[in-house]
């Protein structure tokens, strides 16, 4: 092979290259530069300089894969990397004043947060079981670090270790499932798993189905399923609120990035198995996410909860087994990252210097001391609520359509009946800001960053829940070509 063709190859990884060359230069500036404000500026343009390789890169013909068909470029994985952008930006917005608050203001913080995006996005494009795993170990690991981030705070020292423990565990299965398809069918490949299971005639093997039920534990695990959620209520209080943030949307996008390659690409064939799991699987995520909430009385916590239960409403389009259905649950994704985001946003708000800002009580009266940030709040529940004219309507709204369509009607009314008990949680904070008296006044800690984050999410919230079609048209051109 010459020269030119092993350049040629390189251009589909670009943004790949460019996002790990950004974390590496971060970490020598980190040496260099004592204000953390320039190391994250740096790493915002470096996002964006990855961010316009995928663009130019997302007008392709037809996808293009390189490295013995290992990693593949389409639609599906640059659409999924620009909601890894997005986050990765957001977060560093919404991280600077608040990592000062947390005396944990180092520069390897913003290295790391490109490392586990990268990670992502080598999922997001993983043609092959072996590149899937690579991925999702470089993302996972950057995880548990920033999980723990604060050294001195005991909460996040236990976060970082349940996080470890359980991601390590949900390894092992996705391992296992590895193996089993790789024992049956001789090869990693997704695209040549599906034909290897048609040419050899063994779908109905058990064995394939252990194997499928091993991908689907280890995914699960990722984007926090019932029963495999345990992690995550922990995890999302005691970690630093920027990264509880970042962890809501990146891995669980990556999560579904991955559940869609392989059951659809691969494990096409034993649509009716798989979603006989998920079904199940999806009621059950739904109900303890909506219900357990209930009781929450930490924020965090609620959002955590509030996370599951979303993942099971997610989970409708990956059940309903068409390109649609899977275009209405990465639709969803994009639109869970804008309002999750400036939820957390708010949150990290109330965040000072002895003051930890969590609690619902934090929130009661903040209505009359902060108007605008209370609206901004009532617009990110709103959402998170399903209430129309916002982002989070239109984002349920798709997913219960193509669950009704390919047949599901009945999952289609309890996940209405769920999202219906979940309007309890969001709109308590809601009264809590609005109806009730403060018991002190509370000072908001906020930054242009802070400022930016906030206004980008709450605009394209209202924005994409008056005009669906900006988003839903992007998502359609991207998976369904």
């Given at each position: 092979?010459?020269?030119?063709?092993?350049?040629?190859?390189?251009?589909?990884?670009?943004?790949?290259?460019?996002?790990?060359?950004?974390?590496?230069?971060?970490?020598?500036?980190?040496?260099?530069?004592?204000?953390?404000?320039?190391?994250?500026?740096?790493?915002?343009?470096?996002?964006?300089?990855?961010?316009?390789?995928?663009?130019?890169?997302?007008?392709?013909?037809?996808?293009?894969?390189?490295?013995?068909?290992?990693?593949?470029?389409?639609?599906?994985?640059n659409?999924f990397?620009?909601?890894?952008?997005?986050?990765?930006?957001?977060?560093?917005?919404?991280?600077?004043?608040?990592m000062?608050?947390?005396k944990?203001?180092?520069?390897?913080?913003?290295?790391?947060?490109?490392?586990?995006?990268?990670?992502m996005?080598?999922?997001?494009?993983?043609?092959?079981?072996?590149?899937?795993?690579?991925?999702?170990?470089?993302?996972?690991?950057?995880?548990?670090?920033?999980?723990?981030?604060?050294?001195?705070?005991?909460?996040?020292?236990?976060?970082?270790?349940?996080?470890?423990?359980?991601?390590?565990?949900?390894?092992?299965?996705?391992?296992?499932?590895?193996?089993?398809?790789?024992?049956?069918?001789?090869?990693?490949?997704?695209?040549?798993?599906?034909?290897?299971?048609?040419?050899?005639?063994?779908?109905?093997?058990?064995?394939?189905?252990?194997?499928?039920?091993?991908?689907?534990v280890?995914?699960?695990?990722?984007?926090?399923?019932?029963?495999?959620?345990?992690?995550?209520?922990?995890?999302?209080e005691?970690?630093?609120?920027?990264?509880?943030?970042?962890?809501?949307?990146?891995?669980?996008?990556?999560?579904?990035?991955?559940?869609?390659?392989?059951?659809?690409?691969?494990f096409?064939?034993?649509?009716?198995?798989?979603?006989?799991?998920?079904?199940?699987?999806?009621?059950?995520?739904?109900a303890?996410?909506?219900?357990?909430?209930?009781?929450?009385?930490?924020?965090?916590?609620?959002?955590?909860?509030?996370?599951?239960?979303?993942?099971?409403y997610?989970l409708?389009?990956?059940?309903?087994?068409?390109?649609?259905?899977?275009?209405?649950?990465?639709?969803?994704?994009?639109?869970?990252?804008?309002?999750?985001?400036?939820?957390?946003?708010v949150?990290?708000?109330?965040?000072?210097?002895g003051?930890?800002?969590?609690?619902?009580?934090?929130?009661?009266?903040?209505?009359?001391?902060?108007?605008?940030?209370?609206?901004?709040?009532?617009?990110?529940?709103?959402?998170?609520?399903?209430?129309?004219?916002?982002a989070?309507?239109?984002?349920?709204?798709?997913?219960?359509?193509?669950?009704?369509?390919?047949?599901?009607?009945?999952?289609?009314?309890?996940?209405?009946?769920?999202?219906?008990?979940?309007?309890?949680?969001?709109?308590r904070?809601?009264?809590?800001m609005?109806?009730?008296?403060?018991?002190?006044?509370?000072?908001?800690?906020?930054?242009?960053?802070?400022?930016?984050?906030?206004?980008?999410?709450?605009?394209?919230?209202?924005?994409?829940?008056?005009?669906?079609?900006?988003?839903?048209?992007?998502?359609?051109?991207?998976?369904l070509?």
């Amino acid at each position: 092979m010459d020269t030119t063709s092993k350049l040629f190859d390189l251009i589909p990884v670009l943004p790949e290259l460019t996002m790990m060359s950004v974390a590496l230069v971060l970490l020598l500036l980190d040496l260099i530069v004592k204000k953390k404000e320039v190391i994250a500026l740096v790493g915002i343009a470096g996002a964006l300089v990855a961010f316009y390789g995928t663009c130019k890169l997302y007008g392709l013909t037809e996808p293009q894969s390189v490295f013995a068909n290992m990693f593949v470029l389409d639609g599906y994985s640059n659409f999924f990397k620009l909601i890894f952008y997005l986050n990765v930006i957001l977060t560093i917005c919404i991280s600077l004043k608040y990592m000062a608050v947390e005396k944990a203001s180092l520069g390897e913080y913003y290295a790391l947060l490109f490392f586990a995006t990268t990670g992502m996005m080598i999922m997001a494009s993983a043609a092959d079981l072996i590149v899937l795993y690579l991925g999702l170990e470089l993302m996972a690991l950057s995880t548990y670090i920033l999980a723990g981030f604060v050294r001195k705070q005991p909460r996040s020292n236990e976060a970082a270790l349940k996080y470890f423990f359980l991601g390590a565990f949900s390894s092992a299965f996705l391992l296992y499932g590895i193996s089993l398809t790789y024992g049956l069918t001789g090869t990693t490949n997704l695209k040549e798993i599906a034909v290897a299971l048609q040419t050899l005639n063994i779908t109905g093997s058990p064995i394939v189905f252990l194997g499928v039920i091993f991908f689907i534990v280890a995914f699960g695990f990722k984007i926090a399923l019932v029963p495999f959620h345990m992690w995550a209520p922990d995890v999302y209080e005691g970690a630093p609120t920027s990264i509880t943030a970042f962890m809501s949307v990146g891995p669980k996008a990556a999560g579904f990035a991955v559940m869609g390659r392989v059951l659809f690409d691969a494990f096409g064939g034993l649509q009716v198995q798989w979603s006989s799991i998920l079904i199940p699987v999806a009621v059950i995520t739904m109900a303890v996410g909506s219900i357990i909430a209930l009781a929450q009385t930490n924020i965090k916590r609620m959002l955590a909860y509030s996370s599951i239960a979303h993942a099971g409403y997610m989970l409708l389009g990956v059940i309903s087994g068409t390109p649609g259905g899977l275009t209405s649950t990465v639709n969803y994704l994009m639109i869970y990252a804008l309002m999750n985001m400036g939820a957390f946003a708010v949150v990290i708000m109330l965040r000072r210097e002895g003051f930890q800002g969590e609690n619902l009580e934090d929130y009661m009266g903040l209505a009359k001391g902060h108007p605008l940030a209370s609206a901004l709040m009532l617009i990110f529940m709103f959402s998170l609520t399903g209430i129309p004219p916002t982002a989070g309507f239109i984002g349920k709204f798709y997913v219960f359509m193509e669950a009704i369509r390919a047949g599901h009607t009945s999952l289609a009314v309890i996940a209405v009946m769920f999202s219906v008990i979940s309007a309890f949680f969001y709109l308590r904070v809601v009264m809590y800001m609005y109806m009730k008296d403060p018991k002190e006044e509370v000072v908001l800690t906020t930054s242009n960053s802070m400022n930016f984050a906030l206004a980008v999410t709450a605009v394209m919230v209202i924005l994409l829940g008056v005009f669906p079609s900006l988003l839903l048209d992007l998502v359609r051109s991207s998976i369904l070509g």
